[in-house]
């Protein structure tokens, strides 16, 4: 069973940064992609940027600019780079693996931007 632990988030100011991390219990490499949704109060889940097993990362076009996917296999980890946060980035954060028809969810972590 694939163990997904994310990590990193908390209370930030407007246009400050935060950065993420989603530990896998197992190599990342098999899996055909890694994602960050995003969920916040009253609103659907929703794609923040995802990394495919081979290319580059691809991003909502509200985040666009200002947050980086990037995996380090070693580590078997997935991280996401937030800068300049605005409040409409508040959400609980949620990384995703994708292997084959298989999906496999983190419990999450919250992010809050706020002064």
């Known amino acids: 069973q694939v163990q997904l632990v994310e990590s990193g988030g908390g209370l930030v100011q407007p246009g400050g940064s935060l950065r993420l991390s989603c530990a896998a219990s197992?190599?990342?490499?098999?899996?055909?992609?890694m994602a960050w949704y995003r969920q916040a109060p009253g609103k659907e889940r929703e794609l923040v940027a995802q990394?495919?097993?081979?290319?580059?990362?691809n991003y909502a076009d509200s985040v666009k600019g200002r947050f980086t996917i990037s995996r380090d296999i070693a580590k078997n980890t997935v991280y996401l780079q937030m800068n300049s946060l605005k409040p409409e980035d508040t959400a609980v954060y949620y990384c995703?693996?994708?292997?084959?028809?298989?999906?496999?969810w983190g419990q999450g972590t919250q992010v809050t931007v706020s002064s």
């Open positions: 995703k693996a994708v292997r084959g028809v298989d999906a496999h």
């Open positions: 197992g190599s990342i490499f098999g899996f055909n992609a």
């Open positions: 990394i495919p097993r081979f290319g580059m990362g």
